[in-house]
């Protein structure tokens, strides 16, 4: 952090509050927006604070000021191909090659971030602002920097999502809400094109306070003749963001202080606030969420879901801390981000231990009884151990909020890291877990005792729905592990699911409502209808399109009465998904639902327009290719299917869909090879061996089983085992006995007596 401190102490830069007017980006026309150099006349140590911070570098014009990379005609080597960085009068180049796989000059006009790594944006038209795939890494020397860096090197391939000409590289759609202030998309569905804007280029005062105008408003005219009188209390602002404890104090026998709420601790806004960018989510729309107090009303966050987290609630992905810090029992206790960070340089209160000590009595926790090492060592500071860091972006380490206890034995038990193996790296979990054992006993119960269950949904175990919903209806666990439970429970639900469902579908917490909403996924459209309708008029905008995005599916069995009732709910989810038509997923949200209703025309065009606009979305074909499917053109969803193998960087479920074409059609042979085709892509996929052996079945019986067999062993399924068994008694194989014999402790005795029956004397 010190050689950050340094680095930012050198590039402050003032940030200019004028729009860029190069093409692309517009000058915004929203007059309550008053910029950050407004603020500084009376704020000045504030201001002072913001400059150095990454907040005010967020993004910048490229300049002499602001680029830190090496633009002095320096060639970098990669893949055998040379890339080079230069400048031409003040102006800053990058020679890189396109999707076309030829070299061109692109001007730098704005950087993006600037520790520990400096990116670089361009414009290739149409008012689309990419991300090139060469970073800056800006830490000193000695620690690894002051070079050049592919960001990306697994997406070369112009096909992979995030090349950096495509959607996944877009400033537009996935960087510019979060780094610059007062942003407005203004994507034109009909020209494919972007009039992108903001007020201020960076993360400025206003960003996180709100619109200034007002503001100087009532400081000029004393309160007397503010817009808005209710607002008089915040000084004309919309918003508080002040913190939610008013003092800790110690309690007897705690050796943690503990809350006293303040008075007004339900309307400060700035958790809110901080999670609109420092959150894993996909924006809803413009809507006011400060009004509201509901994050749900502009932002759709992810829950604790495979991909994003681990099943113990670690990071994985970049989940940008506020998933991880609504786990935590200091969320549960009101510590909000400012009893942490400076709000405006966003730099640590105080250093080390001495943060955490500012409500755990340092005598009990900032120890060796209590960390196990040598003091001023590595592994005696609480977040060595209370919050690992995960590495993303090759340089960029993160540490997680959520504060878990280390449990060695659970992170074996369920495959995550194990905190202690950062640091002792040449041991393993046996040695981690004996020495944990030794020193805390028996220390299991304070670990997350839901991420078993976890781990059971991403396997498919039935037996864990139970523990999903006894974990979705404990008020002792924070509202993001009951709702991601509930939303967990749709592909093992059991008889206690729909208990807890119906439970969570009237929770006061939004995030439960919806994963409770996801949850009913499976359950019959009757039961689905009666527990669902009523929040198609929630409140808050996330829960009502989440309802109707599991009701439109069996849009044909509804009634009309029913069909009427759902309108509004699908209104808002059209709006939501045109707010988002750059994107793939969208478009082919919204022709799902035009097919539901049997516009079939109109959906097929939604579907051809989702992949012209982002080629490389898989979905889009797979969709479409379903609807000529329930048309019977099979020769439309072949030519659809192929165009998609051509397009995407990963066919294995077009492939897939290929071979399951040509069963339908007698090609026995083409879907072989489509299966095969899939398999080689995708080995690991247990549906994809399965069915690849079936169809091997007639023409080489020994591949078959050992696709069958490679099914079972991903995936434990029993109904692959049986059919394994199934077919090596038809083929009399000695086997077969063997294979029942596996199979006896997983399925009824009935079914065994079925099986044995069957085998030749």
């Not at 400012?338 to 209160?349: A, F, Y």
């Not at 729909?498 to 409770?516: F, H, Q, T, Y």
Request: proline share 4%; hydrophobic share 35%.
């Amino acid at each position: 952090m010190l050689l950050a401190n340094k680095l930012l102490t050198r590039i402050i830069f003032l940030v200019s509050i004028v729009c860029c007017t190069y093409s692309g980006l517009v000058n915004a026309t929203e007059n309550t927006y008053v910029g950050s150099n407004v603020c500084k006349e009376c704020h000045q140590q504030a201001f002072t604070d913001w400059q150095g911070s990454h907040h005010a570098n967020a993004m910048a014009h490229a300049n002499q000021a602001s680029v830190l990379g090496d633009f002095a005609n320096a060639n970098i080597e990669f893949n055998g191909e040379i890339y080079r960085f230069y400048q031409k009068k003040n102006n800053y180049y990058a020679r890189i090659k396109d999707a076309d796989g030829q070299f061109n000059d692109y001007q730098i006009l704005y950087t993006f971030g600037v520790y520990p790594l400096q990116q670089y944006m361009v414009d290739i038209g149409q008012g689309k602002i990419q991300l090139i795939p060469f970073a800056w890494d800006s830490r000193e020397q000695e620690q690894g920097g002051q070079r050049w860096f592919h960001l990306y090197p697994q997406a070369q391939d112009p096909k992979h999502e995030f090349f950096w000409t495509n959607q996944g590289q877009n400033w537009n759609y996935m960087c510019a809400d979060c780094h610059s202030t007062d942003v407005n998309k203004n994507y034109l569905v009909d020209s494919d094109s972007y009039q992108t804007s903001f007020s201020e280029i960076s993360v400025g005062c206003e960003a996180c306070h709100g619109p200034g105008a007002e503001h100087i408003q009532y400081i000029n005219n004393h309160a007397e003749n503010a817009k808005d009188a209710k607002k008089n209390d915040l000084k004309g602002f919309d918003r508080s963001l002040h913190k939610l404890v008013s003092q800790w104090q110690p309690r007897a026998n705690a050796t943690t202080l503990q809350p006293v709420m303040a008075d007004n601790a339900d309307t400060s806004k700035q958790t809110l606030v901080c999670a609109q960018c420092h959150s894993r989510r996909m924006q809803l729309g413009d809507d006011d969420y400060i009004a509201t107090h509901e994050l749900g009303d502009k932002y759709l966050v992810n829950l604790i879901e495979p991909g994003a987290y681990h099943a113990d609630g670690q990071i994985y992905d970049e989940v940008y801390v506020y998933g991880s810090y609504l786990q935590s029992k200091m969320h549960q206790k009101g510590v909000v981000c400012t009893n942490c960070h400076q709000p405006h340089s966003g730099e640590l209160i105080v250093a080390g231990n001495a943060l955490c000590n500012q409500c755990h009595i340092s005598e009990t926790y900032d120890t060796p009884a209590h960390h196990n090492h040598p003091d001023s060592v590595e592994g005696s500071q609480c977040v060595d151990c209370h919050m690992p860091q995960t590495t993303y972006m090759q340089i960029d380490p993160r540490r997680d909020h959520r504060w878990h206890i280390p449990d060695p034995q659970q992170s074996a038990n369920l495959n995550t890291p194990d905190v202690c193996l950062s640091c002792h790296q040449q041991k393993d979990s046996d040695w981690s877990s004996g020495e944990v054992a030794k020193w805390r006993g028996n220390y299991s119960q304070n670990s997350a005792q839901f991420g078993p269950a976890f781990l059971g949904s991403e396997l498919g175990y039935r037996q864990s729905a139970t523990w999903l919903s006894k974990i979705a209806q404990d008020l002792n666990y924070p509202a993001i592990i009951r709702a991601s439970a509930l939303q967990r429970s749709a592909g093992v639900a059991d008889n206690n699911t729909l208990v807890a469902i119906s439970r969570g579908l009237k929770s006061d917490n939004a995030w439960i409502r919806i994963g409770a909403i996801r949850g009913a996924d499976n359950l019959p459209i009757n039961a689905r209808w009666r527990l669902l309708s009523p929040l198609l008029e929630d409140p808050v905008l996330a829960v009502r399109i989440e309802s109707a995005r599991l009701l439109i599916a069996n849009w044909q069995q509804l009634t009309s009465a029913q069909q009427t009732q759902m309108q509004g709910a699908i209104d808002d989810y059209v709006k939501v998904q045109s707010y988002n038509a750059d994107r793939g997923f969208a478009l082919t949200n919204l022709a799902n639902l035009y097919a539901y209703q049997g516009q079939y025309n109109k959906a097929e065009l939604t579907y051809q327009q989702a992949i012209k606009t982002e080629p490389n979305y898989i979905n889009s074909y797979l969709n479409l290719s379903e609807l000529y499917r329930q048309m019977r053109d099979e020769s439309k969803v072949i030519g659809i299917l192929e165009q998609g193998k051509n397009n995407v960087a990963s066919p294995s479920a077009l492939a897939y869909q290929l071979g399951l074409s040509y069963i339908r059609q007698q090609q026995p042979l083409s879907a072989q090879q489509n299966f095969a085709q899939a398999v080689a892509t995708e080995p690991d996929n247990p549906q994809y061996q399965f069915v690849y052996g079936l169809s091997l079945k007639e023409s080489k019986p020994k591949q078959a089983q050992q696709a069958m067999s490679r099914a079972y062993a991903l995936s434990q399924n029993p109904q692959y085992l049986y059919a394994l068994c199934e077919f090596q008694i038809q083929q009399q194989e000695f086997s077969a006995a063997q294979c029942i014999e596996r199979l006896k402790p997983l399925v009824a005795p009935e079914i065994i007596n079925q099986l044995e029956q069957q085998i030749k004397p």
